[in-house]
């Protein structure tokens, strides 16, 4: 079945530095990826995607990274702020659902030392 | 622009009662879904809709009904509150009639069963 997890639950970078935030999945087939950012007491925030006809995207100070032979991908933050301090998901979605609803992996902490 | 909404956003019941968590968003978005989050676990799916008054399970729906006579309410019931309810609730929307597949999130219900 679909699995989407993380290797590092928390990462401490300090301001300034650029951030780099893992993900593995297992299910080969699985052809769309969603970041989210959640801040402590809020919902999930959309950040970026990537589809697997890419290999990278880029947004405004993150970046994506898909590596589809190793079943990985990656969240890169560049001068990382303390307003990026937060817990990062990466997300695809279900097939049980018909790509409706999404499955999430458990999280990384980021916390952003001044 | 509200975009989507939840109430009550805290709560604090006891076992047995019959709870209803409330959703409401404002972008007329086909899609809704119903999450939960504990650490450990990520967020999970417990129900989900295509439309009003079209509605699946999803990974754990067990103890939870939901309805959706009108399309920009989504509420959550749970018929009997257990301990191991005890949860944050987020409720999310999409419409995937964009390039885009992901969800907008809620701001989350904390739900306390005593």
């Known amino acids: 079945g679909e699995s989407v997890g993380l290797h590092l639950p928390t990462l401490s970078v300090q301001e300034g530095d650029n951030s780099i935030i893992n993900c593995a999945y297992s299910n080969s087939a699985s052809d769309y990826f969603i970041w989210y950012k959640q801040e402590s007491g809020k919902g999930p925030q959309f950040i970026i995607d990537i589809r697997s006809n890419m290999d990278k995207r880029q947004g405004q100070r993150v970046t994506v990274l898909l590596n589809k032979t190793v079943k990985h991908l990656s969240l890169q933050i560049a001068a990382t702020q303390p307003g990026d301090s937060a817990v990062y998901f990466c997300?695809?979605?279900?097939?049980?659902?018909?790509?409706?609803?999404?499955?999430f992996g458990s999280g990384t902490r980021l916390q952003v030392q001044p | 622009d509200a975009g989507i909404t939840q109430s009550p956003r805290y709560k604090i019941t006891e076992t047995g009662r019959q709870v209803t968590l409330m959703c409401h968003q404002t972008w007329s978005h086909s899609y809704m879904f119903w999450y939960r989050q504990d650490l450990g676990h990520g967020l999970r799916l417990i129900y989900y809709?295509?439309?009003?008054?079209?509605?699946d399970k999803g990974e754990v729906p067990d103890g939870y009904v939901v309805s959706r006579s009108k399309t920009e309410n989504f509420p959550l019931t749970l018929e009997s509150a257990t301990r191991s309810q005890t949860s944050v609730y987020f409720c999310?929307?999409?419409?995937?009639?964009?390039?885009?597949?992901?969800?907008?999130f809620g701001p989350g219900t904390r739900l306390l069963v005593l």
């Open positions: 809709s295509a439309a009003a008054d079209i509605t």
């Open positions: 999310a929307s999409s419409d995937f009639g964009t390039a885009q597949e992901t969800q907008y």
């Open positions: 997300a695809e979605p279900r097939g049980d659902t018909g790509r409706r609803a999404l499955t």
